[in-house]
């Protein structure tokens, strides 16, 4: 009888914390409340990364929550991607002037969970159009400017990919190539490493990535990727430090597309470890923006799974890019 009731007890806790279903009604205004985390001054410093302020993002919107891509529109405004296939575009909570939105990639209301569930974005700043890949069906579609649906493409080198730990990570770089990233390993066993392309153009028309693997932090995967003013790029990685209730270790690594070869391994550099007094959660969306005051924030973004154990948190984080490692050498 008390290896039942553990059991059960187990299995409501598990429950609790990996819940996920359709969207209840709700409050449907296009409204989020932003609640300041307390912290001690000064708190939270890793590397290069000073963390500046936290919120505990709410709303009773049925789309709300899910978080798994983050990008910038401009300087105080961010536009943010869930599983469930909404985004939600919103003022920084220290900018907030004009009023959320919320919307749907499918307006209609159609496609099923595996068709959905966005994890990975890309944002053209110049054209205005984005990029977002679809985890269940390991495929990108592109997106114009009013968000209406341009292109879709299941891509082939993807499809080997586990349905619910595949594209992970995207970024287009200023001269139209993607980097995507796997969140899945190259084998069971053994160093964590991450099945990954480059795409010399547009990944929703018929081009062909050229392969290569990503090395960051042992035992971590990369969750999202953001580009820094210098061309590297950031790369946000997770691991799953205890299931019930979940927990969660975020570390940051930094890594220069330039030294990507294809069919070697691209190697990221640990820089900051986003471990206690920081907030935990999971953290799955990166941003990078540049400040009309001249400085340099990320932010990052959690995805709650659902789980009456997880938040939305929203954290601003401070670059002291003089405290970046230096570039190195391209080869070749």
């Known amino acids: ?69 983050l990008l910038p529109v401009n300087s105080s405004r961010l536009l943010t991607f869930s599983d469930r296939g909404y985004w939600l575009a919103f003022d920084t909570p220290d900018q907030t002037s004009v009023p959320p939105q919320f919307g749907s990639v499918y307006p209609d209301g159609a496609g099923k969970k595996e068709s959905r569930d966005i994890e990975a974005g890309a944002w053209d700043p110049v054209t205005r159009r984005l990029w977002l890949a679809q985890e269940g069906r390991n495929a990108v579609a592109r997106y114009g400017p009013e968000m209406q649906l341009e292109a879709l493409r299941r891509i082939p080198e993807w499809q080997d990919w586990p349905s619910n730990s595949g594209a992970e990570s995207m970024v287009r770089l200023p001269d139209g190539r993607f980097i995507v990233l796997c969140e899945c390993r190259n084998a069971w066993f053994g160093e964590y490493r991450h099945p990954a392309y480059l795409y010399p153009g547009d990944p929703t028309r018929a081009v062909a990535g050229r392969a290569f693997t990503f090395a960051g932090v042992d035992g971590y995967r990369p969750t999202d990727m953001a580009q820094l003013p210098d061309g590297r790029v950031l790369i946000l990685m997770r691991r799953m430090v205890w299931p019930i209730p979940a927990r969660f270790a975020i570390k940051v ?18 820089i900051a470890d986003l471990a206690a007094p920081w907030p935990a959660d999971n953290y799955e969306g990166i941003a990078i923006e540049r400040e009309a005051n001249g400085q340099l924030v990320a932010w990052i973004i959690s995805d709650e799974n659902g789980a009456v154990t997880q938040r939305v948190l929203l954290l601003k984080v401070l670059i002291d890019e003089a405290r970046l490692p230096h570039k190195q050498k391209a080869p070749g």
């Open 253 to 270: 690594v930094i890594a220069d597309p330039d030294m990507i070869v294809p069919g070697q391994v691209w190697q990221g550099r640990e």
């Open 1 to 69: 009888m008390r290896r039942l009731l553990v059991v059960a007890f187990a299995g409501l806790l598990l429950s609790l914390t990996w819940l996920r279903g359709e969207p209840v009604a709700g409050d449907s205004r296009a409204k989020i409340w932003a609640s300041l985390l307390r912290l001690e001054a000064d708190c939270c410093a890793a590397g290069p990364f000073r963390l500046v302020s936290a919120w505990h993002l709410t709303s009773g919107h049925p789309a709300f929550g899910g978080y798994s891509a």
